[in-house]
């Protein structure tokens, strides 16, 4: 079975700028969640999507939006970047909102830089 | 509100020695508990889960967890360290949010296993 893949790994953007982050689940995952790991913290939970629908959002601002498609990859929107928004992104799926078994599989990040 | 507290940022082992990081949760209801691993520049790979059932949870790669509803902890443990175990350890508990399911991570306790 096919991971979960982010892409980019790397970015580097300047303050104001906007940015997108991609996500491809796990084959048969319908939902997708991202969290934000800035330096030195846990994960925090930005937004869940199940079946193209955002079920769920965290304690973030509305300039992070999101997506899902009908093959159930996603995308983190981010606008007008902070420098407080340098952190590592990670997306995770799952087969169900609720987790599975194995709970949800998180893929490797993207690591954004604002500068 | 849901919680996680890890009080140890780093956790130093020798190698043979066994281990435990520890963890307490605040939750209403009943908590759904994870232990997730993340090694360098990597995603968070999952442990472990406990839901219902047995008090002590066996998971992958010889870890195992004890859910003491009383303590509201859930303390990991595994009875030989490895130097392939050092790694950032999270513990977290799972939520209801705005019909969503998210996770709320601990800050992370880092393991050294030293020969």
């Known amino acids: 079975e096919t991971g979960v893949t982010q892409s980019p790994t790397h970015l580097i953007k300047t303050r104001g700028q906007q940015v997108t982050l991609r996500c491809s689940s796990q084959s048969g995952h319908n939902t997708v969640s991202w969290y934000q790991q800035a330096l030195g913290q846990g994960p925090q939970f930005i937004f869940q999507y199940y079946r193209e629908e955002e079920n769920g959002r965290g304690n973030f601002p509305p300039r992070f939006s999101g997506l899902q498609f009908p093959n159930y990859s996603s995308e983190l929107n981010v606008n007008a970047l902070e420098l407080d928004d340098s952190a590592l992104y990670l997306c995770?799926?799952?087969?169900?909102?609720?987790?599975?078994?194995?709970?949800?599989?998180f893929g490797s990040g993207t690591r954004l830089t604002v500068v | 509100a849901q919680s996680v507290a890890q009080p140890e940022d780093q956790v130093n082992v020798a190698e043979g020695n066994p281990l435990t990081v520890k963890c307490t949760y605040s939750v209403s209801g009943n908590p759904y508990l994870f232990w997730y691993v993340q090694y360098p520049n990597r995603g968070l790979q999952f442990l472990l889960k406990y839901i219902t059932g047995d008090n002590l949870v066996k998971g992958s790669y010889g870890f195992e967890a004890e859910f003491n509803k009383s303590q509201t902890s859930f303390h990991l443990k595994k009875p030989s360290a490895l130097v392939s175990d050092s790694a950032l350890y999270f513990c977290a508990v799972s939520g209801i949010t705005g019909g969503g399911n998210k996770l709320t991570f601990g800050t992370g306790t880092q393991l050294k296993v030293e020969l």
């Open positions: 995770a799926s799952s087969l169900v909102p609720t987790e599975g078994a194995r709970g949800y599989t």
